[in-house]
């Protein structure tokens, strides 16, 4: 409370000093160069209606005071009856827990808090505030409630007479979409048409590719068979010709063979018959020696 008086008082000072500042004679150069001063008998003029806004600014300055010392006093009194009133709706929540639990007796003790709570002449101004209060809010709740049944029920009628403006407008609005539907659908078949009839060159283009490519393949086959036919056939050759001169190495080689042996053969022969001679010789001249 002090410190809220100690502030009001610094605050009216500072008023009165802007004031005094506002006030004070002032001396400017003109156009011409002189200063003007402001005169003693002016400033004598004026101080009647000074002191007189100084006591109606501390007149003001102590109804304010009391008025915020009502407000304080007010909130704390408020303050405490709401303390009061979670207290009371604590202890009547406690005991509809021990009710439940089964403990009757400990939420009896507990309800009895809360009335005695409830039952403080302090309260009671509070308790007649907060009906009137909830009065205030159930009649406010009415007229909300009728007052949007008011606009449902505009809503409703503004509805009406605007459902046969909305009908034609949707009837208007199908037939437009109908008739560019239908413009749509035309396009459409035209571009289909054209469509089809590039697809169909494109795919005759790619037929007649793929018979071109076909035939070369088919070409290139043929190439390709021919030239292994001709490598066979030359690889053939090849062999017979390796086959015949291997033959005709065998038959030499058998007739060069068959010669020696027939030298060989005649050797023998001349050495039998040389030998059947020296041994005639032989015999003979040892029948010679005999006779």
Do not use: C
Not at 169 to 192: G, I, S, T, V
Not at 235 to 249: F, N, P
Not at 253 to 281: D, G, P, V
């Amino acid at each position: 409370m002090y410190s809220k008086k100690i502030l009001s008082v610094f605050l009216i000072v500072a008023l009165l000093s802007q004031y005094v500042y506002a006030k004070e004679p002032t001396s400017d150069k003109t156009a011409s160069g002189r200063k003007i001063i402001v005169s003693q008998k002016m400033t004598e003029k004026e101080i009647p209606s000074y002191r007189y806004n100084l006591k109606r600014i501390i007149k003001e300055a102590k109804k304010n005071l009391k008025k915020v010392d009502k407000k304080l006093k007010e909130q704390k009194i408020l303050r405490k009856k709401q303390k009061k009133e979670e207290l009371a709706r604590q202890h009547f929540d406690r005991g509809n827990l021990l009710y439940k639990e089964g403990k009757y007796e400990e939420a009896k003790k507990e309800w009895q808090k809360a009335l005695k709570i409830t039952k403080d002449p302090e309260m009671k101004d509070y308790i007649k505030k907060s009906k009137r209060r909830t009065r205030e809010e159930r009649i406010a709740q009415r007229r909300t409630e009728r007052e949007l049944k008011k606009q449902k029920q505009t809503e409703i009628k503004a509805r009406k007479k605007a459902e046969p403006k909305a009908r034609l407008k949707k009837k208007r609005e199908e037939k437009k979409r109908r008739l560019a539907e239908r413009k749509r659908q035309r396009e459409l078949k035209k571009q289909r048409k054209v469509q089809e009839k590039v697809r169909k060159k494109a795919e005759r283009k790619a037929r007649l590719k793929k018979e071109k490519a076909e035939r070369n393949e088919k070409l290139a086959e043929q190439k390709r068979q021919r030239k292994l036919e001709k490598q066979k056939q030359a690889q053939i050759r090849a062999k017979k010709k390796a086959e015949r001169k291997v033959l005709l190495k065998k038959k030499r080689e058998e007739r060069k063979e068959k010669l020696a042996q027939r030298k060989r053969q005649r050797e023998l022969k001349k050495l039998k018959q040389a030998q059947i001679r020296a041994k005639k010789k032989a015999e003979r001249k040892t029948r010679l020696k005999e006779k």
